[in-house]
C-alpha cells in the first residue's frame, strides 16, 4: 500500500512495460492494461489505465513492448482546463500519458 501512495503523490511515472490488453469504452475512452517489466512489488506488477478521447498516440498493438508514461488522478483535487476553466475530475483514475515503443534494431554482422 505504501508503494501505491508513494506513486500517487509522484503524479507522473514512467514504466518500462509490455501491452497486455486493450478495451473500448464508451463515448471513445480506452482501458489498457500493461505488464510492468521491471516490478519490485507483486501487487504492483500489472498497471490499468485510460486513454481519453482524442489522444494523440502513434499507433500501439498488443504485446508491444517500450515505456509507458502515467499520470494518477485523484477525484476533486486534481483539474482539466476545458478552454474556459479548470473543471475538477470526477474520478480517481490513472490517465495514459504517452507510450514509446522499444523498437529493436536487427543487425546483422559478417564474420569473415
Known sequence: ??????FMEIKEIT????LL???NEELGY???VFEDLEYKDPDFKYIT???FPNWNQNPIKLGDEGFLQVKFIS???DKWF???DFIPYKYTNIQFLKFIKNEKQNIEL???
Open 30 to 32: 480506452k482501458t489498457l
Open 15 to 18: 514504466l518500462h512495460a509490455k
Open 49 to 51: 489505465c485510460t486513454i
Open 110 to 112: 559478417i564474420l569473415d
Open 75 to 77: 477525484a476533486g483535487v
Open 21 to 23: 490488453v486493450i478495451t
Open 1 to 6: 500500500m505504501m508503494t501505491l501512495i508513494l
Open 82 to 84: 476545458d478552454g474556459k
